[in-house]
């Protein structure tokens, strides 16, 4: 089995930063890529930034350049570290921890962002 928990998150000003973590635990030799994915209100969830146990990093068109996604290996740990925050980057942010099975992954609960104006 497979935990995956988030913390940071909260309200900031446009123009402010963020970091989000996300922790694994149980068997995470399994996971081959660690991603954020984010929901808006009335939006569909898209894919904020991913990076694989290669450390390849892959980013959302709208955060490249602001937002970066990094790894602490020794304690299976991701973070989200995002600056420049923007108003349209409210939402739910959920941690994504994939096997590369079909069906085989597993997500957090989710931990709210809220830039505002």
């Known amino acids: 089995q497979v935990q995956v928990m988030e913390s940071g998150g909260g309200l900031v000003q446009a123009g402010g930063s963020l970091r989000l973590s996300c922790e694994v635990r149980g068997n995470t030799y399994r996971i081959n890529r660690m991603a954020w994915y984010r929901q808006a209100p009335g939006k569909q969830r898209e894919l904020v930034a991913a990076?694989?146990?290669?450390?390849?990093?892959n980013y959302g068109d709208s955060v490249r350049g602001r937002f970066t996604i990094s790894r602490d290996s020794a304690k299976n740990t991701v973070h989200l570290q995002m600056n420049s925050l923007k108003p349209e980057d409210t939402g739910v942010y959920h941690c994504?921890?994939?096997?590369?099975?079909?069906?085989?992954?597993?997500w957090g609960q989710g931990t709210q962002v809220t830039v505002s104006s």
């Open positions: 994504n921890a994939d096997t590369f099975r079909p069906g085989d992954d597993y």
């Open positions: 990076i694989t146990r290669g450390g390849d990093t």
